[in-house]
């Protein structure tokens, strides 16, 4: 039982530090990729291309995987980056996306 414990201490702490790490190269990501439409911060906003700001609630209020879902097949007007990006760089941007709450 004590041997179980302290393999479920480590995995959360690893899961813990890994998160700002992929936010971290999130970051970069969604400058390269991202920032041109969503804004350097995310909150840009353009209706007319059904861009929202990811910093607000209808953003945010979405799950990590259909995040990944809507960076990975596209979604709207948002171009699909399967195959542009690899899996770990849209789990960073995704990543990123979470830091952004307003």
């Given at each position: 039982?004590?041997?179980?414990?302290?393999?479920?201490?480590?995995?959360?702490?690893?899961?813990?530090?890994?998160?700002?790490?992929?936010?971290a190269?999130?970051s970069?990501?969604?400058?390269?990729?991202?920032?041109?439409?969503?804004?350097?911060?995310?909150?840009?906003?353009?209706?007319?291309?059904?861009?929202?700001?990811?910093?607000?609630?209808?953003?945010?209020?979405?799950?990590?995987?259909?995040?990944?879902s809507?960076?990975?097949?596209?979604k709207?007007?948002?171009?699909?980056?399967?195959?542009?990006?690899?899996?770990?760089?849209?789990?960073?941007?995704v990543?990123?996306?979470?830091?952004?709450?307003k």
């Amino acid at each position: 039982m004590k041997k179980t414990m302290v393999i479920l201490a480590m995995f959360a702490l690893v899961v813990s530090t890994a998160m700002p790490v992929f936010a971290a190269d999130g970051s970069a990501t969604f400058k390269a990729k991202c920032a041109m439409c969503h804004g350097a911060d995310g909150t840009k906003e353009n209706p007319g291309m059904g861009v929202k700001s990811l910093a607000g609630a209808d953003v945010q209020k979405n799950s990590d995987a259909d995040l990944i879902s809507a960076v990975s097949k596209g979604k709207g007007k948002m171009p699909a980056y399967e195959g542009k990006l690899s899996d770990d760089e849209i789990k960073g941007v995704v990543a990123f996306v979470r830091t952004l709450k307003k």
